[in-house]
């Protein structure tokens, strides 16, 4: 079957200027999940959802990041005014179990490059 | 603070060799997962670990966890060098969902 869709795959953009980044998770996953990964690093948490729980924000790294996810299902991550430091790989996953209890599955990430 | 940490950071064998990498973490835990990561994008799940199991096997790969040390290893035998990549632990632990800093495991051929 389908696994977690995202887009675009890379994206350039000038500093300043906002971001969309899309997710689509595995039809029936209740668990939706945000990364990012700086090259060479490790994954940063950045926000988790569950059904129609409000979101576990505690990852976000400024208000200039926000993500919502509507009817359950696509999640969009919104980067506003993009500064050098948000390039990255932003990685999103999706889980039939609650909050880590259930593995994972990712999708292939959007690479993300501020000029 | 990180919930979950890696050693070693980066780690290099021969071909048919057996690579083992370690993962602690600080807090009680319901299961410890381990992740591999080819070319720096998606992840891909290799096996889950529950908190009241000490062993876990998938074909060359055989996990352990100590709950009393806060630790897993992961370990793969007859290494080939389509196992080279970036291995990562994972956690619930303290209502967080944290990666570990990874492996970086190259097998040359």
């Known amino acids: 079957g389908a696994g977690v869709s995202q887009s675009p795959s890379n994206k350039v953009t000038e500093k300043g200027k906002d971001v969309e980044l899309r997710c689509d998770p595995i039809s029936g996953h209740t668990a939706l999940y945000w990364y990012r990964q700086s090259l060479g690093q490790g994954l940063e948490f950045l926000i988790y959802?569950?059904?129609?729980?409000?979101?576990?924000k505690s990852g976000l790294p400024s208000d200039r990041f926000s993500a919502e996810r509507t009817g359950g299902s696509v999640s969009t991550l919104t980067i506003q005014r993009t500064q050098q430091e948000d390039s990255a790989v932003y990685l999103c996953?999706?889980?039939?179990?609650?909050?880590?209890?259930?593995?994972?599955?990712f999708g292939n990430g959007t690479r993300l490059t501020v000029t | 603070s990180q919930q979950g940490e890696e050693d070693p950071q980066a780690l290099s064998i021969q071909e048919g060799e057996n690579a083992t990498m370690n993962c602690s973490y600080k807090t009680s835990i319901n299961n410890l997962q381990w992740y591999r990561q080819n070319s720096g994008r998606g992840l891909v799940h290799l096996i889950l670990?529950?908190?009241?199991?000490r062993e876990k096997h998938s074909g060359r790969l055989r996990v352990t966890l100590d709950t009393s040390k806060k630790s897993s290893s992961l370990l793969i035998t007859a290494s080939r060098a389509a196992d080279t990549a970036s291995y990562f632990c994972f956690n619930n632990a303290g209502n967080m969902l944290t990666f570990g800093g990874g492996t970086r495991l190259m097998v040359k051929p």
């Open positions: 959802f569950q059904g129609n729980s409000a979101p576990d």
């Open positions: 670990i529950r908190s009241n199991e």
């Open positions: 996953a999706s889980s039939l179990g609650k909050r880590g209890n259930s593995p994972l599955h």
